[in-house]
């Protein structure tokens, strides 16, 4: 009609109007904007892009989200499906009742990388309700009043790109601390992007066995039960879970390889059970009030370190009927004594002599550091000491930064060269339990050891004892790492009195 093809010329005008070099200059600012879903005018906010189609193509998105009683999922799934589909505005605006072209939930998966209009917040848009239909706005307007409409949204277009332009001129304010944590965040969740991590831990039969295991073994846990998967990854434990016949499984994760796991869920033919959302776990939204049972891989080095068990936590609290269904749900740390002259020399004292150079000053780093690697069964010198017991069911976040007494007795006479820390995981169950350890004596895991070296070796004999409190502390900078400290004793008859105290990062 005249006025679809008014605005598909001025459409057309805007665009040819710019030469390419200016578009050129303004490629920076290009990337951060958001495009039309209707057509390739792009804007610097969702907001302006909702705005733009209700005023150019007669549809408001959030217009229609009231109409139709869309959730944020629905919208989620529109957006998508408009993205996807191109189909004509005109189609999109007169659907009255479902079924709706977009209620599949492939259309849960973004179709344009880091849509912006994805994020929107529909939930606080108190004004949608209100809004009244662009067509009935516009319907009495004269063709010439709508040349003129547009060409005043053409001209508000041009300025913001010029303010956008202009924005990406300035120089970067000077980040906050909660703007810093922001990044260390991002940081943080774009490992996980990367596919060899998840390659590592899929290989891991310790670990993944152990889960799959527990899972398929249990179906009295699982079956017919609504399941939440905190920090789903690619979808694995989601996966087992559908296949011990849950009935509907959630899986949240921030990492971007949640794309790549509603491909996986749905190549194995379970998206009618698996429903998977991008996102923190601390701020998502699911779509059920509660969940029967949680299951989570959240463990990092020496247990703690990442402190993704603060997410599970939160997810416990928020979301779980009962707060004894979070799998694993016993998990311990213990310490034992570490001799081997080999390690230590390798670790150590390698900075003592670089080529014919002395390197103290990174030596001292050493001893600062924890060292993640895999410590021989024979190196072990002591027995164990548990420090932490955390059940799962009742552990608050101030449980996870402690201080806990050790003692170690010393199995033969020999020189102690470090503490190693490692944890044990138990999934408990009336039908099938499951245990695994990640300590010296144990099958090697992704996870190894934790080894904190001493800045002076302690010469031990059979029979003595080096006790004293080892501290966990979150790091005041960056919460998901590790600050640790040691102090100790050495009780021996026929040794003098050492005390040792020393702090490590765990970074």
């Avoid at 977009?102 to 606080?124: H, N, T």
């Avoid at 913001?160 to 001129?169: D, S, T, Y």
């Avoid at 928020?318 to 570490?338: E, G, T």
């Avoid at 420090?387 to 930064?401: E, H, Q």
């Amino acid at each position: 009609n005249i006025l679809n093809n008014i605005i598909g010329m001025s459409c057309s005008e805007e665009s040819g109007s710019e030469s390419s070099s200016e578009w050129e200059d303004e490629e920076e600012a290009v990337e951060c904007a958001c495009t039309c879903l209707f057509c390739p005018v792009k804007l610097s906010s969702a907001e302006d892009v909702f705005t733009h189609c209700a005023n150019v193509h007669e549809v408001d998105i959030r217009t229609i989200r009231a109409k139709l009683g869309l959730d944020f999922y629905s919208c989620v799934k529109l957006i998508n499906y408009i993205r996807a589909k191109c189909p004509p505005p005109g189609a999109v605006a007169v659907l009255e009742s479902p079924p709706y072209p977009w209620e599949d939930e492939m259309y849960l998966k973004p179709v344009v990388d880091g849509d912006a209009l994805l994020q929107y917040d529909f939930d606080g848009d108190e004004e949608s309700s209100d809004r009244a239909s662009p067509s009935k706005q516009t319907r009495d307007l004269s063709v010439e009043e709508y040349e003129q409409a547009l060409s005043q949204a053409l001209s508000e277009l041009a300025s913001m790109r010029q303010a956008v332009k202009e924005l990406f001129k300035e120089d970067q304010a000077v980040p906050t601390k909660r703007v810093a944590t922001s990044e260390q965040e991002d940081g943080y969740f774009s490992t996980y992007t990367h596919f060899s991590i998840h390659e590592e831990m899929l290989k891991d039969e310790v670990r993944t066995d152990a889960y799959h295991r527990f899972i398929t073994q249990n179906p009295s846990i699982f079956k017919d039960k609504v399941v939440l998967d905190v920090g789903c990854g690619t979808g694995i434990l989601s996966m087992f879970a559908a296949q011990a016949g849950a009935k509907r499984v959630i899986g949240v994760d921030q990492s971007n390889v949640i794309y790549k796991a509603m491909d996986i869920v749905m190549e194995n033919g379970l998206s009618n059970k698996v429903t998977l959302v991008k996102g923190a776990m601390e701020e998502v939204q699911l779509p059920v009030e509660k969940v029967d049972v949680i299951i989570s891989e959240w463990m990092g080095y020496c247990l703690l370190f990442e402190s993704m068990l603060d997410t599970v936590i939160v997810a416990r609290d928020r979301w779980l009927l009962d707060a004894s269904k979070v799998y694993p749900n016993q998990c311990s740390i213990s310490l034992v004594a570490m001799g081997s002259k080999m390690e230590y020399d390798s670790r150590v004292c390698f900075w003592d002599d670089v080529y014919g150079c002395k390197m103290s000053a990174i030596k001292e780093e050493v001893f600062l550091e924890a060292h993640v690697q895999c410590v021989q069964p024979h190196d072990v010198i002591s027995t164990s000491d548990v420090v932490k017991k955390l059940n799962m069911a009742t552990v608050k976040v101030p449980d996870l930064g402690f201080k806990a007494p050790f003692t170690l007795t010393m199995l033969n006479d020999t020189i102690c060269h470090a503490l190693v820390g490692y944890f044990d995981v138990s999934f408990d169950s009336m039908q099938y339990p499951v245990y695994f350890g990640t300590g010296p004596m144990d099958t090697p895991t992704h996870w190894k050891q934790t080894v904190f070296y001493l800045k002076k070796p302690i010469a031990v004999s059979t029979g003595d004892l080096l006790a004293g409190t080892i501290e966990f502390r979150k790091n005041k900078e960056d919460v998901r790492c590790l600050d640790i400290y040691v102090t100790m004793e050495l009780s021996s008859a026929d040794a003098e009195h050492v005390k040792i105290e020393q702090k490590f990062y765990l970074h």
